[in-house]
Nanobody
Framework: QVQLVESGGGLVQAGGSLRLSCAAS????????MGWYRQGPGKQREMVAT???????NYADSVKGRFIISRDNVENTVYLEMNSLKPEDTAVYYC????????????WGQGTQVTVSS
């Protein structure tokens, strides 16, 4: 079972930036797709950004142009650079891992809180 540990959340003013990290254990990281999801107060969990094992990225429309997902296959870590943050970005952010060939993610992190003040 792959373990995922997120870090980097916190409190930031609107317009500010944060960088989230998600460190993965295990040897399948480099061949797995990774994703960042978030769940805001009273909202359902939603996809924020994903990145395939080859580096192809996909973003939710709400974060395009502001967030950047990247990965380091040597450090087994995926990052989410968040810029121009808005109060509506306030949520618990989760990373996940989807092994090659899998239909759905097999592992989730515990989440990290991001709070954006206006």
């Amino acid at each position: 079972q792959v373990q995922l540990v997120e870090s980097g959340g916190g409190l930031v003013q609107a317009g500010g930036s944060l960088r989230l990290s998600c460190a993965a254990s295990g040897s399948i990281f480099s061949i797995s797709a990774m994703g960042w999801y978030r769940q805001g107060p009273g909202k359902q969990r939603e996809m924020v950004a994903t990145i395939t094992s080859r580096g192809t990225t996909n973003y939710a429309d709400s974060v395009k142009g502001r967030f950047i997902i990247s990965r380091d296959n040597v450090e087994n870590t995926v990052y989410l650079e968040m810029n121009s943050l808005k109060p509506e970005d306030t949520a618990v952010y989760y990373c996940n891992l989807k092994p090659i060939g899998a239909i759905a993610p097999s592992s989730w992190g515990q989440g990290t809180q991001v709070t954006v003040s206006s």
